[in-house]
């Protein structure tokens, strides 16, 4: 069954730690991208990745990290430097083929922090 | 930077009400996309539209993309229930095809 999963689905985390939530794909797509969308808003980029071993900063890329080791696997660090990283993250892949490239969402992970 | 805005940003409607939500790009996109969420849920591909202009039906929506490629709009003819959800726009500018940009989204509800 192929698509995009996330873990976990929900994250709590304590002032001043690291986190990292995980996105994998068995979809075959070159690039992966991170997003992420506070309530009742669009989606934000954070990351985004078109090959193996390269990303690149989004809008937001302050206080995230990632790697992208494997072309299935893009994490994403969410580290203490973010200082209001309460939010719905969501991981995404695409393939351009043929001059059209569309968007596989992954289910996302809710970060609260406490 | 670039910027994708959509409005209106909430919209509710009686079931059986068309439904229209708009979408300004500040800068020329390769190509539009419009992409629904469902409450709690995660955004799902809709549709896809590249050239100037060009208009595609999905039963009862409409999608058009303007001739200028910085706007769209996506019509629901006679809205049900099940249309309820974020519509967003998305799409990669001419400058940088790697980079999606979405819209700010519309929220709809629909009353039965």
């Known amino acids: 069954d192929g698509g995009i999963t996330q873990s976990p689905k929900y994250l709590f985390r304590k002032e001043g730690q690291n986190v990292t939530l995980s996105c994998e794909q068995n979809?075959?797509?070159?690039?992966m991208y991170w997003y992420r969308q506070d309530p009742g808003q669009g989606l934000r980029l954070i990351y985004y990745s078109q090959i193996v071993n390269d990303f690149q900063k989004g809008d937001i890329a302050e206080g995230y990290s990632v790697s992208r080791e494997k072309k299935e696997s893009f994490p994403l660090t969410v580290t203490s430097a973010q200082k209001n990283p309460t939010a719905f993250y969501l991981c995404a892949s695409s393939m351009r083929q043929g001059g059209q490239e569309t968007q596989y969402f992954g289910p996302g992970t809710r970060l609260l922090v406490l | 930077g670039q910027q994708v805005m959509q409005i209106p940003q909430y919209q509710h409607v009686q079931e059986g009400e068309d439904f229209t939500t708009y979408c300004n790009s500040s800068t020329t996109l390769s190509n539009i996309q419009w992409y629904k969420q469902r409450p709690g849920g995660h955004p799902v591909f809709l549709i896809q539209?590249?050239?100037?202009?060009e208009v595609k039906k999905q039963k009862r929506l409409t999608f058009q993309f303007g001739e200028a490629k910085k706007n769209s709009s996506l019509h629901i003819t006679a809205t049900q229930t099940t249309d309820v959800g974020t519509y967003f726009c998305a799409g990669p500018s001419i400058y940088n095809f790697n980079k999606f940009y979405f819209g700010s989204g519309t929220k709809l509800n629909v009353k039965p």
């Open positions: 979809l075959n797509h070159d690039a």
């Open positions: 539209l590249v050239k100037s202009g």
